[in-house]
Nanobody
């Protein structure tokens, strides 16, 4: 079992930055791929970024955030981060992290058997 908790959300002005954290319980967190997703009311959940297990050497991003967001992991702290720069109003959403033993499930946004956090709100004001 893995329990995830997101933190770091909040209100920021256009062009600002936030760093989200996804902290996990359980000693095997390093064996999970982790992804960040976002959702706004009335729309489907959207893939944002992912990081492969252990070394974190593969980090795909959605085109909409490429070059602005950076995902990283600190396995010693059981935490995955999402550094978000140059935030835009269209980045406003509830951000969720998910952990799955299968990297493909995270990247393809099909982690139905994975673990999910409760989410954290990010609001970017214009």
């Amino acid at each position: 079992q893995v329990q995830l908790v997101e933190s770091g959300g909040g209100l920021v002005q256009t062009g600002g930055s936030l760093t989200l954290s996804c902290t996990a319980s359980g000693r095997t967190f390093m064996d999970y791929a982790v992804g960040w997703f976002r959702q706004v009311p009335g729309k489907e959940r959207e893939f944002v970024a992912a990081i492969i297990r252990r070394s974190g050497g593969s980090t795909p991003y959605a085109d909409s955030v490429k070059g602005r967001f950076t995902i990283s992991r600190d396995n010693a702290k059981n935490t995955v981060y999402l550094q978000m720069n140059s935030l835009q109003p269209e980045d406003t959403a509830v951000y969720y992290c998910a952990a799955d033993t299968t990297f493909h499930n995270i990247v393809e946004n099909t982690s139905y058997q994975g673990y999910w956090g409760p989410g954290t709100q990010v609001t970017v004001s214009s």
